[in-house]
């Protein structure tokens, strides 16, 4: 399955759960991957220690990815790189704090060289296939804690990782209900893929990944903005709800 003219969501693990973010993007015949973390396995999953997301479906069509591009330096985000990066064999993008972050993941495994790893200034915006993108800056817990603006030519997307407004935050310079509330007054379609989405899928091996992004309801429906948007909340958008991905 090749994205047509038409805008792709898929979540191969994470929305919705903690742990192991990978999100995929596709439109014009390309994908394009958000995060790729990894989660503990300890509770949900007794015996085993390091949980990942089932990536057969990018595997098998990586001459069609354009990149992975990193949200943030937490685990669950970038935990995943040092394993599955060279396999994939495209770029990674990182905002500073995240690509030092994930170049100790690299020199640790002895990858520094065989994996791409493109610093993103804050503000630059950047093209990858048919998505062109920015970071967004948002307050969370670490560093660098960023969301993404991607536009595409069947619409605009608002990725935004983990994140919280706050007014006063310990790190990180925080978008201003203003500044997102304009993102959904000009038609963001997707507000909110991250920790507090629906679906996601969880463990190693799981055929729903499969089904999920094969599927046609992972569409993005033109005009789906989501009231969470306008009311700076990090919930999902109505367009995937009741989706593949629900
Ligand atoms: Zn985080």
Redesign the pocket.
């Known amino acids: 399955m090749k994205p047509g003219k038409e805008l792709l969501f898929c979540a191969l693990g994470g929305s919705g759960e903690i742990g192991m973010n990978v999100n995929l993007y596709g439109a014009d015949g390309k994908w394009l991957m958000v995060d790729l973390g990894m989660t503990f396995g300890a509770n949900e999953y007794p015996g085993t220690e390091l949980v990942f997301a089932d990536l057969e479906f990018i595997e098998e069509r990586k001459k069609d990815l354009v990149g992975v591009v990193l949200t ?1 330096a ?1 685990e ?2 970038i935990g995943a790189v040092p394993y599955f990066a060279q396999e994939l064999g495209v770029p990674l993008y990182a905002t500073p704090f995240t690509a030092r972050l994930v170049a100790d993941k690299l020199q640790e495994a002895g990858l520094l060289k065989e994996v791409q790893l493109k610093v993103i200034d804050h503000l630059e915006p950047f093209q990858l296939g048919p998505f062109s993108m920015r970071y967004l800056p948002l307050a ?1 817990s ?1 560093a660098e ?1 960023n969301a993404l603006v991607i536009e595409t030519p069947y619409g605009r997307v608002f990725h935004t ?2 994140w919280k407004l706050d007014d006063d935050p310990l790190v990180g310079v925080p978008a201003t209900a203003a500044e997102l509330t304009a993102i959904g007054d000009q038609g963001a379609q997707l507000i909110g893929v991250g920790r507090r989405g629906t679906g996601g899928l969880a463990g190693r091996g799981w055929p729903a990944s499969r089904q999920a992004c094969a599927g046609h309801d992972l569409r993005l429906q033109r005009g789906a903005t989501a009231d969470a948007g306008r009311s700076g909340r990090g919930d999902q958008a109505p367009a995937l709800r009741g989706g593949a991905l629900a």
């Open positions: 943030h937490h669950d985000h969370h670490i804690g990782g983990d």
